[in-house]
């Protein structure tokens, strides 16, 4: 089982739209959750991080935890074609070690 | 420019040949991690260091991958004996202080063939 599960998509969206990314992830003690974006061919940045249950808002992005069901999603509001990128979810169960899901590709079609 | 710096951003080199990458961290930075990216995948964890210890290295790491970062500052890692799974996008982060949130390099793209 791998430790950070997400579905690969990829995940097309008009633009204007809501695209929802999911994330689950298999170990029970991790702490901090975080939503990197990777545009094709440039590196990772971070773009949300969330430790509390619940919903964390910034800006058009929205996270999610439940920590019970062991699930992270990602909210993106009024899709942009500037959001076309791939997604990906990570968590951090140690002191240092982040682990990385694949990564959902989103495509927002003009 | 105060980013992540890494060099060399390409590296095509013959299977068994030696290669060595650079990192250069933003400078208040004392944690200092190095990833390896596939097509398709997510960053794979290899390796990472407090200032100038390293305090973890992967179970996936052979004996022919080993990371220095002298003083603190920069880091090197050095593939021995390149293999062609060894292809893949090696990724340096850095760090401050609070543990995910990592600041990336724009890779160094290694091709063995």
């Known amino acids: 089982q791998k430790e950070v599960e997400q579905n690969s998509g990829p995940l097309s969206v008009p633009e204007g739209a809501i695209a929802s990314l999911n994330c689950t992830y298999s170990d029970r003690g991790s702490q901090s959750f975080f939503w990197y974006r990777q545009y094709s061919g440039k590196s990772p940045e971070l773009i949300m991080f969330i430790y509390s249950n619940g919903d964390k808002e910034d800006g058009r992005f929205t996270a999610q935890l439940n920590k019970a069901s062991q699930y992270v999603s990602l909210l993106i509001r009024d899709s942009q074609p500037s959001d076309s990128a791939t997604y990906l979810c990570a968590v951090n169960s140690d002191d240092y070690k982040l682990s990385f899901g694949a990564g959902t590709t989103v495509t927002v079609r003009a | 420019d105060t980013g992540v710096s890494q060099n060399p951003r390409h590296k095509i080199t013959k299977r068994g040949q030696n290669v060595t990458f650079r990192c250069d961290p933003i400078s208040e930075h004392n944690r200092l991690y190095w990833y390896r990216q596939t097509l398709g995948q997510g960053p794979e964890f290899l390796t990472y260091f407090q200032n100038e210890a390293q305090l973890e290295k992967s179970r996936l790491l052979s004996d022919r991958f080993s990371a220095e970062r002298p003083k603190g500052s920069f880091s090197t890692l050095e593939i021995q004996r390149t293999e062609q799974g060894d292809s893949a996008m090696y990724l340096c982060?850095?760090?401050?202080?609070?543990?995910?949130?990592?600041?990336f390099g724009e890779g160094s793209r290694l091709t063995v063939l």
């Open positions: 982060a850095s760090s401050l202080a609070r543990v995910g949130e990592l600041f």
